[in-house]
Structures are given as C-alpha cells and as structure tokens.
T-cell receptor, first 110, second 112 residues
Framework: QKEVEQNSGPLSVPEGAIASLNCTYS??????FFWYRQYSGKSPELIMS????GDKEDGRFTAQLNKASQYVSLLIRDSQPSDSATYLC??????????FGSGTRLSIRP | SQTIHQWPATLVQPVGSPLSLECTVE??????LYWYRQAAGRGLQLLFY??????ISSEVPQNLSASRPQDRQFILSSKKLLLSDSGFYLC???????????FGSGTRLTVV
C-alpha cells in the first residue's frame, strides 16, 4: 500500500467550475498535510497546508482534512486555465521527511 | 527572507561522466535539506536528506552520493553517470517539517 495515494488523472474541469482533488494516506499518526502545485517543467510550489480536521480556505482554494477517514482534499473554486497543473498531496508523519503522492494532473478547459 | 539557490538549471552530460549539483540556502540556519529526482511524467523520488552538517541519509541505493560540507550547502554527486540518471533534480529545505518544504528551481539533467 502506498503511503500517500492520489488519482493520477487527468482531471478535466470546465473554466469557472469547482475542481476537486483527493488524497488518502496510510499513517494515522500523520500531523501535517500539504498541497503543492507543479507547472510543467517547474518545481513544486506550496499552495496550502492544513493541520486539523475541517476546512481551511485561502482565496479560491479550500483544503479539507478528515483524520478519521485519512483523507485530504483540495477544492479550487472558479477554476481558471492558469490552474492547469499537477497537484501533489504531501504528508508529514514522522522521521525527517515529507511523503508525496504521485500527483493529479488537472486540466481546465475554456 | 529565506531563499534557496540551485544550479545549473540545465545540464547535458555523457554517460560515464561525473556529476556535481549544488544547492545553497540563505536566510536561515540549520535547515533540513533534501534531494529529490523526478523522472519525466513521474512523481518525486527522495534521494537523500540531511538534518545537519555531515549527516546524510540515503533513501535509494544507486550510484549517486550527497554531502553537506557547510550548514546551508548540499551537494549531489556521481562518479559515473548512467542513462537512467536523467531527470529533474530538485533540492528542498525545511526549518520545521510542520510547515512543509520549499523547493529550489531544479536542474534538468540529460545523460546522453
């Protein structure tokens, strides 16, 4: 079982709609959860972090965490073509490293 | 503010040649440092990490090595490159893992 699992996509969403990205993790002791955005050919950029159950909103982005279900999600409202990228879910649980999922490719169609 | 520098941005090397990639962090002390590799269309593979000078942990046995000669400097090396070493190499740092990593801009290595 992979430690952090994501659907690889591609996920195609019309412009202006809500994009929903999902992630599950295996370590119940995980403490911190992150979403990174990676444009093609570029390095990953941290866009959201969440530490407690519930929702965290930042502009058009909302991260959701459910520790009982070991589930993290990212919602992007009013999707724009510039949101087309690969989104990486990442989890910090122990040791000195963060575990990444393999990423979900998101495509926003005009 | 903290910044991370990684160079070179692009590198084309012949099979069997040596490799040295350098990463430096400014504006912080005693950071955790990381080297990742990303093959084309694939996820991030953790290669090495360091929690202090001279302390290196290896995640994947291969022909690469890492060193941390100074607090804010992390070097990735190889004595003889293989075709399979091609990829996008990313350096990252963290002061506290609870706040996530910050990545450098990456080095795209092509071994020919």
């Amino acid at each position: 079982q992979k430690e952090v699992e994501q659907n690889s996509g591609p996920l195609s969403v019309p412009e202006g709609a809500i994009a929903s990205l999902n992630c599950t993790y295996s370590d119940r002791g995980s403490q911190s959860f992150f979403w990174y955005r990676q444009y093609s050919g570029k390095s990953p950029e941290l866009i959201m972090s969440i530490y407690s159950n519930g929702d965290k909103e930042d502009g058009r982005f909302t991260a959701q965490l459910n520790k009982a279900s070991q589930y993290v999600s990212l919602l992007i409202r009013d999707s724009q073509p510039s949101d087309s990228a690969t989104y990486l879910c990442a989890v910090y649980s122990s040791a000195s490293k963060i575990i990444f999922g393999s990423g979900t490719r998101l495509s926003i169609r005009p | 503010s903290q910044t991370i520098h990684q160079w070179p941005a692009t590198l084309v090397q012949p099979v069997g040649s040596p490799l040295s990639l350098e990463c430096t962090v400014e504006g912080t002390s005693n950071p955790n440092l990381y080297w990742y590799r990303q093959a084309a269309g694939r996820g991030l593979q953790l290669l090495f990490y360091s929690v202090g000078i001279g302390q290196i942990s290896s995640e994947v046995p291969q022909n690469l090595s890492a060193s941390r000669p100074q607090d804010r400097q992390f070097i990735l090396s190889s004595k003889k490159l293989l075709l399979s070493d091609s990829g996008f190499y990313l350096c990252a740092w963290a002061s506290s893992l609870g706040y996530g990593y910050t990545f450098g801009s990456g080095t795209r290595l092509t071994v020919v």
